[in-house]
């Protein structure tokens, strides 16, 4: 206002045009006519304007206001006062005695919430996606196909994620897809197959729930580090193409398990390998209240929460533990940081998580299985929760529940060796299993002896393979061979059997066929074994067929 009553043109200094939200075109004619004014003026002109311009600034200084701003503060308050009558309404008047217990939160710290921006594709191209989100298309070589044929230059630079691809990809060329046919024609044929392989009845079989500390799905999910995790993701593949009612559960590891590089002195170089979730086919698991599906677990003198995730396998559902929220203390945020990670106690937060977790989520998913399937020892402790089950809520003894426990689970052990199956100290079991005994109605010396091979040895560890043996009906190598070496490495555990009496078979590792095998070979199957293909997995004498095709198709 100062400035407005000292300069009312361009030639006194300032030229002040009044704004409001309804006089855009008047204000811009003004804007326009000062700009002109300025331009017509000669040097002098200018010289003079700008002179006014430097002794107006002079004028219009903050210790010559600041009176002013006390005054006119002090008026709007007593106005204001003389107003607040205007803003009580009855009907929202609280009572002093209903405020007392009140807490209020008295920090000056930021509250930061994430924002998640997600690109929306248009109609004609919403199905890819949908089958990106899905991992089908990694062992479907016309999806594949489809996805690289977007922009093969972008398809590369993201290492084969569609996810990627469609979230960076130009919006000019987005248009320019929705107007190419063959393009379209190709994407709605791949949808149309995924939905009918989606669309298969499950086969009537017991269902099965799958637990596995790695799971090796594609090179983009960072779940696995070996043969371990290759196995269960061919395992779940398989599951999905045959239509068999399994559900997976596993942990989702922010930094994958790590990156091999070899130096030029032929040194193991360690890369970290960072996942970005939302660049991945992870899909948050909601409760009915539609929150985030979290599970809880009593921890020494704490509670570990972790949030769940689900993966899309074909059409088996994959569900992951993750404890890397703001809940957790920031060490047991870490505990899902890396596959096989951190110290000895992290891995046992790890198995805990894994099993006593797991269990934990397919009752809050409503999923009672017929069979709980433990790939490898990392798992046992589903087994030790199972029991607690049944105790507290079908009121029956340890004996009677071990026997329900053991008539459904299975145990797949994969090392040869001792060494390399997890055990752990008493003292560590005990800083957190050392409830369990007294819920279990069992002493203390009968909870370790479920993972020693001699009970009254007290220095030895806790065994999870021994664990997961105990608990099982069931017990498989994943070879002929293997089976033969798991009944040796087991006999000590019923002692005054024969080790061709004990209930250790086998089951030879197999590859999940349209991953592992490139297209040109699967047509070639498809040419001369037609139908009789499927008969090949599970009847080693169908592939004697190989025999009658000339040697040079095949070289």
Not at 205 to 233: H, N, R, W
Not at 272 to 289: A, I
Request: hydrophobic fraction near 40%; charge should be negative.
């Amino acid at each position: 206002m100062i400035v407005h009553a000292k300069s009312t043109n361009i030639a006194q200094g300032i030229s002040v045009v009044d704004r409001n939200d309804n006089n855009d075109k008047e204000a811009s004619g003004k804007i326009a006519l000062v700009i002109k004014d300025f331009a017509s003026k000669n040097e002098e002109g200018i010289k003079l304007a700008r002179e006014a311009a430097f002794r107006l600034s002079k004028t219009a200084l903050w210790r010559n206001f600041i009176i002013h701003y006390k005054e006119a503060y002090s008026i709007a308050l007593e106005k204001a006062g003389g107003r607040s009558e205007t803003f009580i309404h009855e009907s929202k008047v609280q009572l002093l005695n209903d405020c007392i217990n009140m807490e209020f939160m008295q920090t000056t710290s930021p509250v930061w919430r994430k924002i998640f921006v997600q690109s929306q594709l248009p109609e004609s191209l919403r199905a890819l996606d949908k089958l990106a989100r899905n991992i089908w298309w990694t062992w479907n070589p016309d999806a594949i196909k489809l996805f690289e044929s977007i922009d093969e230059a972008l398809w590369e630079q993201h290492h084969h994620n569609p996810i990627l691809v469609l979230d960076v990809l130009p919006y000019q060329q987005m248009k320019r897809l929705e107007k190419n046919r063959e393009f379209i024609g190709h994407l709605n044929t791949i949808n149309e197959k995924f939905e009918q392989y989606i669309a298969r009845p499950i086969i009537s079989s017991p269902q099965v729930t799958y637990f596995c500390m790695e799971y090796g799905l594609c090179s983009d999910l960072k779940l696995y580090s070996g043969g371990l995790g290759i196995l269960a993701g061919d395992y779940l593949k398989e599951a999905s193409d045959n239509a068999m009612d399994v559900v997976g559960i596993g942990l989702l590891y922010r930094n994958g398990y790590f990156r091999q590089e070899i130096s030029l002195h032929g040194e193991q170089l360690v890369q970290e390998d960072v996942q970005k979730f939302t660049s991945l086919p992870l899909l948050p698991v909601y409760d009915n209240e539609g929150e985030w599906l979290k599970i809880a677990i009593a921890f020494p003198g704490r509670t570990l929460y972790a949030k769940a995730w689900k993966i899309e396998v074909g059409k088996v559902a994959l569900y992951l533990l993750d404890t890397d929220i703001p809940e957790n203390s920031t060490e047991d945020r870490s505990i899902t940081s890396r596959l096989y990670g951190g110290d000895w106690e992290n891995r046992l937060k790890q198995e805990l998580l894994l099993g006593i977790g797991g269990m934990r989520l397919l009752r809050k998913l409503g999923i009672t299985p017929d069979v709980y399937h433990y790939n490898e020892g990392h798992a046992a402790f589903a087994g030790l929760e199972r029991l607690l089950m049944l105790i507290q809520e079908e009121n029956i003894s340890f004996d009677e529940a071990l026997e329900v426990v053991r008539s459904s689970s299975l145990f797949t052990t994969h090392t040869p060796v001792p060494a390399g199956h997890d055990t752990f100290s008493e003292e560590l079991i005990r800083t957190y299993l050392s409830y369990n005994a007294n819920l279990f109605n069992i002493s203390w010396k009968h909870l370790m002896a479920l993972g020693r091979a001699d009970e009254n040895d007290t220095s030895e560890n806790f065994s999870m393979s021994y664990l997961a043996a105990r608990l099982s009906q069931e017990i498989n190598g994943v070879s002929e061979i293997h089976e033969k070496v798991s009944r040796k490495m087991f006999n000590h555990l019923w002692r005054g059997y024969a080790e061709e009496e004990l209930h250790i078979g086998h089951v030879t590792n197999g590859v999940h066929f349209s991953t592992w095998t490139s297209p040109e070979w699967q047509n070639f199957y498809e040419k001369y074994f037609g139908n009789e293909l499927k008969g090949i997995k599970s009847n080693p004498s169908a592939s004697e067929k190989i025999q009658n095709v000339d040697e040079k198709i095949i070289w």
